[in-house]
């Protein structure tokens, strides 16, 4: 299984006995006073998903809930825990999918990846591929039975805030922003200040997208990441939702050592003392 499959390829292989499909998507709701504000996507799921999918809850139970910042990451045990409720075990395949731009998909992608689990794909276009193609909805539950998945942590995937800071001072990082251009400018604010981690490049995730959602071609892909594929590449966003789309793109053009950091502008914006630009392109 490729790490990025088509509609075809599901539907052709949804009655595997050890393929386990996920739904993963979080909808956004009108912004408030407080900024962006998201939801879980189960509501949706319930009113209609692809056959035998199991919906992973990135707002409740693939989260640290003792935490003060969004998708905060779980102990590798709790998300392993989660991941085996949904039927996800040792010699499972995965697909995961959601109902936007892939990035919520990826983030379940990359933390299979973080606790040591490869047998990972994300369904290209996702649900709106799906309907598009007028494949079938199932309000069914998921027909699964639990399993153990076992953690075998890789901790060099996640980049901490000290590790970001290293970084700006380092030739041999690159530190990659997948933010909106007017945010990186900062034209746009979104978090508690505005602008950029010094040194970095931006990549906004939408970017990697076509106007059907889908990823763009590997070779276009290529020409948006020109850096060195053996340095350590340190992807960020808001929340580190859409930083996993970013590390799955590199994953798949070769980038042997990608990290996200998860916390992101909602931990790194809230301090002064670490530091934004907002004159650099």
Same mark, same amino acid.
């Given at each position: 299984? +490729? =790490? !990025?499959?088509?509609?075809?390829?599901? +539907? @052709?292989?949804?009655? @595997?006995? @050890?393929? %386990?499909?996920?739904?993963?998507?979080?909808?956004?709701?009108?912004?408030?006073?407080?900024?962006?504000?998201?939801?879980?996507?189960?509501?949706?799921?319930?009113?209609?998903? *692809?056959?035998? #999918?199991?919906?992973?809850?990135?707002?409740?139970?693939?989260?640290?809930?003792?935490?003060?910042?969004?998708?905060?990451?779980?102990?590798? +045990?709790?998300?392993?825990?989660?991941?085996?409720?949904?039927?996800?075990?040792? @010699?499972?395949?995965?697909?995961?999918?959601?109902?936007? *731009?892939?990035?919520? &998909?990826?983030?379940?992608?990359?933390?299979?990846?973080?606790?040591?689990?490869?047998?990972?794909? *994300?369904?290209?276009?996702?649900?709106?591929?799906?309907? &598009?193609?007028?494949?079938?909805?199932?309000?069914?539950?998921?027909?699964?039975?639990?399993?153990?998945?076992?953690?075998? =942590?890789?901790?060099?995937?996640?980049?901490?805030?000290?590790?970001?800071?290293?970084? *700006?001072?380092?030739?041999?990082?690159?530190?990659?922003?997948?933010?909106?251009?007017?945010?990186?400018?900062?034209?746009?604010?979104?978090?508690?200040?505005?602008?950029?981690?010094?040194?970095?490049? $931006?990549?906004?995730?939408?970017? !990697?997208?076509?106007?059907?959602?889908?990823?763009?071609?590997?070779?276009?892909?290529?020409? !948006?990441?020109?850096?060195?594929?053996?340095?350590?590449?340190?992807?960020?966003?808001?929340?580190?939702?859409?930083? &996993?789309?970013?590390?799955?793109? !590199?994953?798949?053009?070769?980038?042997?050592?990608? #990290? %996200?950091?998860?916390?992101?502008?909602?931990?790194?914006?809230?301090?002064?003392?670490?530091?934004?630009?907002?004159?650099? $392109?």
């Amino acid at each position: 299984m +490729e =790490p !990025l499959v088509t509609t075809q390829w599901l +539907e @052709d292989h949804l009655g @595997d006995p @050890d393929l %386990v499909v996920l739904d993963c998507s979080v909808v956004q709701l009108p912004s408030g006073p407080e900024g962006l504000r998201f939801a879980s996507g189960r509501a949706d799921y319930d009113a209609g998903h *692809i056959p035998t #999918a199991g919906f992973a809850d990135l707002t409740s139970d693939l989260s640290d809930p003792t935490s003060p910042l969004n998708y905060a990451l779980p102990s590798p +045990e709790r998300f392993c825990d989660a991941m085996g409720v949904l039927g996800v075990g040792d @010699d499972s395949r995965v697909v995961v999918y959601d109902g936007s *731009i892939a990035a919520w &998909a990826a983030r379940v992608w990359w933390m299979l990846r973080w606790v040591g689990f490869d047998r990972a794909a *994300i369904l290209d276009g996702g649900l709106r591929a799906w309907t &598009a193609q007028g494949r079938p909805l199932s309000t069914e539950p998921a027909p699964s039975s639990p399993r153990k998945l076992t953690a075998s =942590p890789r901790p060099e995937l996640v980049a901490t805030r000290d590790d970001v800071l290293a970084a *700006i001072a380092d030739d041999q990082v690159c530190i990659l922003d997948a933010m909106p251009a007017a945010h990186f400018r900062g034209e746009q604010t979104m978090y508690e200040r505005t602008g950029h981690v010094p040194g970095a490049l $931006n990549t906004p995730v939408r970017d !990697l997208l076509d106007e059907s959602g889908r990823f763009r071609p590997l070779d276009e892909l290529e020409a !948006l990441h020109p850096s060195d594929r053996s340095a350590r590449t340190i992807t960020y966003c808001g929340g580190g939702i859409a930083a &996993a789309a970013s590390a799955f793109v !590199l994953t798949r053009l070769g980038f042997d050592d990608v #990290a %996200v950091y998860t916390a992101s502008m909602q931990e790194w914006a809230a301090d002064p003392a670490n530091p934004l630009v907002v004159d650099e $392109n």
